[in-house]
């Protein structure tokens, strides 16, 4: 049973205690905040600044200069900044994802934007990485190279529906 409900408002909906929160799908996920007030008018006037913040802080949107996470290196950055304070992980975990994160980013392929990395940039490092090291140490930090690569493609596959979405609304209020 849901404690909450519509408030027949878009993005904004009521607690069971009375308090208002916005409601929104933000980064492939449907996300929720408090707008700290039990008038539907105030909530009203915080929602547009909560959802801004709420993007700003899930999607690292670049509506207020905030840089795009373009590259592999960026993208392994973001996903070792999100380990660092995933709740349940032990700290030696932690440590040691950062540290196979920034191994990762100093190789010479990690400057390539997600985009246009293709299977024959990574080919010819894992082969000769896995004639030199143990089969450990590279599924380890294959398994950091793909959770960086799958969290770009949720973000983008999130940004791109979201942006549908908009393009949607967009043409039905039109009509």
Excluded at 46 to 52: E, F, N, P, W, Y
Excluded at 104 to 126: D, K, N, P, T, Y
Aim: contains cysteine; positive net charge.
């Amino acid at each position: 049973m849901s404690s909450f409900s519509s408030s027949g408002v878009p993005y904004i909906v009521r607690r069971h205690c009375g308090t208002y929160y916005w409601q929104a799908f933000i980064a492939g996920s449907s996300r929720r905040g408090s707008l700290k007030t039990k008038s539907l008018a105030v909530a009203k006037q915080r929602v547009g600044l909560a959802l801004q913040k709420a993007r700003k802080r899930w999607r690292k949107d670049d509506e207020e200069g905030a840089g795009e996470l373009v590259t592999v290196k960026d993208w392994l950055k973001e996903w070792a900044r999100r380990q660092g304070v995933r709740v349940g992980l032990k700290e030696a975990t932690k440590d040691h994802d950062a540290k196979l994160a920034r191994l990762l980013m100093e190789e010479e392929w990690a400057g390539i934007q997600v985009r246009r990395l293709r299977e024959s940039h990574l080919r010819g490092w894992w082969r000769d990485f896995s004639a030199r090291c143990e089969a450990d140490t590279v599924n380890a930090r294959l398994r950091v190279l793909r959770a960086a690569l799958k969290l770009a493609e949720v973000w983008s596959n999130g940004r791109e529906s979201s942006g549908e979405a908009r393009a949607k609304e967009a043409d039905s209020s039109g009509d």
